[in-house]
């Protein structure tokens, strides 16, 4: 049972779907880039949701350790220097869908291990 | 040749013989007043003692002036020997017939040279070049307009100028005489006060109407511009006037000397008061924005940042201080300073307090940064030229201690006041304050690497790792960040070692955008004759305003390499309009492109690597793939050493 599971979930991150607990969904990776793109949070956050000092306060969401209902949440009723999107312009499954492109994101290495950086003073 | 001595001189050869026959006939003999006798010293004395030879002959003589005036000599040559007595290397300019009289006297009599007309294709880029020239060079350039159009053209860059407190010395022609100048277009392109456009944004301008009123003009212009709040001036030059003889009324020409006038020092008592402050708080934070013009500068803010132990907050207006100094501070110290120094800030409201866009109507959220009870002083020169219409003076924040001076002319006594100020008590706490910034800072410079890494391998490429290519392969160059158009997250300034004041010259000052590019030539101008390497950071909707002026740095040769920050967009105005989306609760309409209409520059996407190579450069791209920028860059540089600029097409993240 334990390698059918490990090969169920494999499959299903290869196919770009995440099971998103909270939710129930299984939200998409691919159609979340896609959505990420539409709705302009490319703009603030980078396409890799990496941020900037100059628009998203160096906050980085690639990756973000929020829950999908926190995440959501705050995307909703956000009134900071981030704008908020409401459901009508950004409906729940493409929200989740960009959750899951968020979570999708390769960790960085380790600055140590790039000699451009590691070799500036 | 022009005559370059300024000065009216008595003949020395005629002095020093006539006075040599006078001195035994007019001079008391000493020998002969100790033993004169008792009838002589009783002789009575004239109410007025005759001149002696010295005074006759200065009274009398023809001085042996440079022949300035002379019958038929044109105005505008005499005009060139005034321009020629102040230090003017270059004049970046676009041709325009209202100026055409100086324009053949500075080649032609001048032999252009000091200055040399450098050919600009737009107004805007002859102004921008010298902005960006004076803020590595320490000088003023001279630039010429068309006295309607061409300046209409200027405006902008003037303006940015103003507001970065960076001579420039205009000269706009114009054509007065209605009566008499050429009907068409020589009269549209006339006015009664040219100057009037840029007065709100000039310190000073003027309309000489003779030529002996120009060497005022000029001269006192020159002084002006360069005393500190220094800042463009602009004098009208009639073209009648130019064109014509030099009339000179009898009276011979002069050109009065150009004399530096010293800076304007803070107040002793107030920087007293400031070292009183500082020197007891326990948590003193300095904040430099357009405070620190020369190497000297930056060494005194060190020096008073290092008795302290202060940390420094960098704002964007010049480098002020070293990248890798351990004091080297982000804005959030701010939070915690008991006393903040701000020294030449642009902005001290928005340095204290934070403003959020997060209204529909525009009004926003406004916060305090600082704790309650915090005193802040303040060094600054603006408003010594405070004008009403334009608001670069920004919101009004109230000091504490208000000081008006040059930064670095009142850094000396501050200095010395704190250093009298700090109690011996006061030393132990002082060293434990600086070590704990130290460390600070060692962490943070690993957390910004670490930053630096998300996204390394990204298409398009992270504006972090074109920024540390760039820097990998000039890092053993004396190089020099000569402009950083849009945004790139303040990598250089994260990341690369910067300690001399020429790596780094600070942004437009006004913001308008299409600085980058002419003030990167300019730079690079200052550079070449220091024999260093010059890099910017080049935007892609910078560019296109004037792009011209990548033709001006080819054909001077003028070497610079341009690594473009290619994010196919006014990026600003992309968050802009999906703000606004956002606030009205509607999707953004994008058409066919990645951000809101209007605001993007794609469709089709623009090949600047074929239009720097159409004007003289050495270009490569478009480069989409990290891996392939490090051996592009490093081919660029080669070219650049050969004395060619160069330009590279990367397309980047957004910030």
């Avoid at chain 2, 009403?388 to 006041?417: K, M, W």
């Avoid at chain 2, 790139?488 to 020429?502: A, N």
Wanted: net charge neutral; charged share 20%.
């Amino acid at each position: 049972m334990r390698k059918i599971s490990s090969h169920i979930v494999g499959a299903t991150l290869a196919a770009g779907l995440l099971a998103i607990p909270t939710a129930g969904i299984a939200a998409s990776a691919e159609n979340g880039r896609t959505a990420f793109i539409q709705h302009g949070c490319w703009e603030c956050h980078g396409f890799e949701g990496q941020g900037s000092t100059a628009t998203s306060g160096g906050k980085v969401i690639a990756d973000t350790k929020l829950p999908l209902d926190a995440f959501t949440s705050f995307v909703r009723n956000t009134n900071g220097a981030m704008p908020s999107f409401s459901a009508k312009v950004v409906p729940d499954a493409e929200l989740a869908d960009i959750y899951a492109y968020l979570q999708s994101r390769p960790q960085p290495k380790p600055a140590k291990d790039i000699a451009l950086l590691s070799e500036v003073p | 040749m022009p005559n370059t001595d300024s000065s009216v001189k008595l003949n020395r050869r005629k002095f020093l013989a006539a006075a040599a026959v006078a001195g035994a006939a007019g001079a008391v003999d000493p020998a002969r007043a100790a033993t004169t006798g008792t009838s002589e010293a009783q002789a009575r004395l004239p109410s007025a003692i005759p001149p002696n030879a010295r005074v006759a002959i200065a009274e009398t003589d023809v001085p042996d002036v440079p022949p300035y005036s002379g019958e038929g000599r044109p105005a505008s040559d005499f005009m060139v020997d005034v321009i020629k007595t102040v230090d003017i290397k270059y004049a970046p300019a676009n041709p325009a017939s209202s100026y055409r009289a100086l324009h053949e006297s500075l080649i032609d009599y001048g032999g252009n040279t000091m200055p040399e007309y450098l050919t600009c294709m737009h107004e805007e880029s002859g102004v921008g070049i010298a902005h960006g020239y004076y803020k590595i060079a320490g000088k003023p350039l001279l630039t010429l307009c068309h006295g309607t159009v061409g300046l209409q053209h200027a405006t902008m860059a003037v303006y940015n100028a103003f507001c970065d407190r960076v001579p420039v010395i205009m000269i706009n022609g114009n054509d007065l005489d209605a009566a008499y100048r050429p009907p068409g277009v020589p009269t549209i392109h006339s006015a009664q006060d040219i100057n009037a456009i840029i007065r709100d944004f000039t310190k000073w301008d003027d309309t000489p109407v003779s030529a002996q009123a120009f060497a005022q003009s000029f001269v006192r212009a020159y002084k002006i511009a360069t005393t500190p709040p220094c800042a463009p001036v602009a004098l009208s030059l009639d073209d009648g006037l130019a064109q014509g003889p030099v009339r000179d009324f009898g009276q011979p020409l002069y050109i009065p000397e150009y004399v530096p006038e010293a800076p304007p020092q803070g107040d002793s008592s107030a920087v007293r008061e400031a070292a009183r402050l500082l020197a007891n708080a326990e948590h003193p934070v300095i904040v430099a924005d357009r405070a620190i013009n020369t190497q000297k500068g930056m060494e005194l803010l060190v020096e008073l940042a290092e008795v302290l132990q202060a940390p420094v907050v960098r704002q964007r207006a010049r480098l002020n201080f070293p990248t890798t100094h351990y004091l080297s501070r982000p804005e959030s110290v701010i939070r915690q300073a008991d006393v903040i120094l701000g020294l030449e800030l642009s902005d001290y409201w928005a340095t204290v307090n934070s403003f959020t866009d997060n209204n529909a109507q525009g009004v926003g959220t406004n916060q305090r940064r600082v704790k309650p009870g915090t005193k802040l002083i303040s060094i600054s020169a603006s408003g010594l030229i405070t004008k009403s219409n334009y608001q670069n003076f920004e919101r009004f924040q109230s000091v504490d201690v208000p000081i008006s001076g040059d930064v670095e002319a009142t850094l000396p006594a501050l200095i010395e006041a704190v250093k009298s100020a700090i109690p011996a008590d006061r030393k132990t706490a002082i060293a434990k304050r600086g070590e704990a910034v130290r460390a600070d800072h060692e962490k943070g410079r690993d957390a910004t690497k670490q930053m630096a890494a998300i996204a390394w391998e990204a298409s398009p490429i992270s504006t972090a790792r074109m920024v540390m290519e760039l820097y990998g392969q000039i890092k053993d160059l004396d190089w020099s960040l000569v402009a950083q158009s849009g945004n790139v997250s303040g990598w250089p300034l994260r990341l690369w070692p910067m300690e001399k004041y020429y790596k780094w010259t600070g942004t437009s000052g006004g913001y308008g955008v299409g600085y980058g590019l002419p003030a990167s030539v300019g730079g690079a101008l200052a550079n070449r004759d220091e024999g260093r390497f010059s890099v910017s950071i080049q935007s892609d909707g910078d560019l296109m305003y004037a792009p011209g002026a990548l033709w001006t740095a080819a054909r001077h040769k003028i070497p610079l390499l341009a690594v473009m920050h290619n994010n196919r967009g006014y990026h600003q105005e992309v968050m802009h309009v999906q703000r606004l989306a956002n606030f009205r609760d509607r999707p953004a309409n994008k058409g066919s492109d990645l951000g809101p209409i209007g605001t993007s520059i794609m469709n089709p996407d623009i090949e600047y690597h074929k239009l720097a190579e159409s004007v003289g450069w050495w270009a490569k791209g478009p480069i989409k793939d990290p891996a392939e920028l490090g051996p592009a860059i490093k081919e660029a540089v080669a070219v650049v050493k050969s004395g060619q600029p160069a330009l590279l097409n990367v397309w980047t993240q957004p910030r």
